[in-house]
């Protein structure tokens, strides 16, 4: 699975969007991009994911290059509920099966009131 | 049920000590994974079931660790003669894991909240 790098940490004011980075240089073509958030104490949990198009859902937005090297995680009206750590994951996804995901160390984003 | 449920949610266990800690997947999900998180790091895999298969245990550190699913539902991780570098959150997920059909999102994990092992 290919290599993904994240600033350590972002703040953003409550109520802006809160915009993550993610440089996934080296990734190949049949190589998704997925993000799980982390809230303290509790386990990850699925963001979103998406291969080469835009992808929005009830949580965020997902936008990728066109080169694929890079993708950036839109959270549109942060709350300090969302204060977590975040992690970009890029990985082949299979039919059905070993969803087994490599975690780096993430970007650990706080809303500030 | 609901969500993946693990219990203890917190176990202090004296160096040696053998634990065991429970994992109940969301009903009818065919995958289930264990993560190892010390602290301040992200999640590293340990082991994958599908069913009662145990088909990747490429992750568990040491021959002390050992993971069941006897009967494709509950899984239990068990560590024996615990060390202190033991000491970390083991979370549990599980997956769908069968073909979708292309169903946005049906293959995703998730995880329970982790049990938080303390070893003194």
């Known amino acids: 699975d290919a290599k993904t790098t994240q600033p350590p940490s972002m703040d953003c004011a409550e109520g802006r969007a809160a915009n993550l980075p993610c440089n996934h240089s080296?990734?190949?073509?049949?190589?998704?991009v997925y993000w799980y958030r982390q809230i303290h104490s509790q386990g990850p949990q699925y963001i979103i994911h998406?291969?080469?198009n835009n992808e929005t859902n009830e949580m965020a937005s997902l936008i990728i290059t066109e080169d694929r090297k890079s993708s950036t995680l839109i959270l549109p009206h942060a709350t300090l509920r969302d204060t977590a750590v975040y992690y970009c994951?890029?990985?082949?996804?299979?039919?059905?099966?070993?969803?087994?995901?490599?975690f780096g160390t993430g970007t650990r984003l706080t809303i500030i009131p | 049920g609901a969500g993946v449920s693990q219990s203890p949610r917190y176990k202090v266990a004296k160096r040696g000590q053998d634990v065991a800690l429970r994992c109940d997947p969301i009903?009818?999900?065919?995958?289930l994974f264990w993560y190892q998180q010390a602290l301040g790091q992200g999640p590293e895999f340990l082991t994958y079931?599908?069913?009662?298969?145990?088909?990747?245990k490429s992750g568990l550190p040491s021959d002390r660790f050992f993971a069941e699913r006897p009967e494709g539902s509950v899984s239990t991780l068990k560590i024996q003669r615990t060390q202190q570098e033991d000491s970390a959150v083991y979370l549990c997920?599980?997956?769908?894991?069968?073909?979708?059909?292309?169903?946005?999102?049906?293959?995703?994990?998730?995880f329970g909240a982790g049990s938080r092992l303390t070893v003194l």
């Open positions: 997920a599980s997956s769908f894991g069968r073909r979708t059909g292309g169903i946005t999102g049906a293959n995703v994990l998730t």
């Open positions: 080296t990734i190949s073509g049949n190589e998704y």
């Open positions: 998406g291969l080469k």
């Open positions: 994951i890029v990985r082949v996804r299979p039919n059905f099966g070993n969803e087994k995901l490599t």
């Open positions: 009903s009818g999900h065919v995958s």
């Open positions: 079931f599908q069913n009662e298969a145990q088909l990747d």
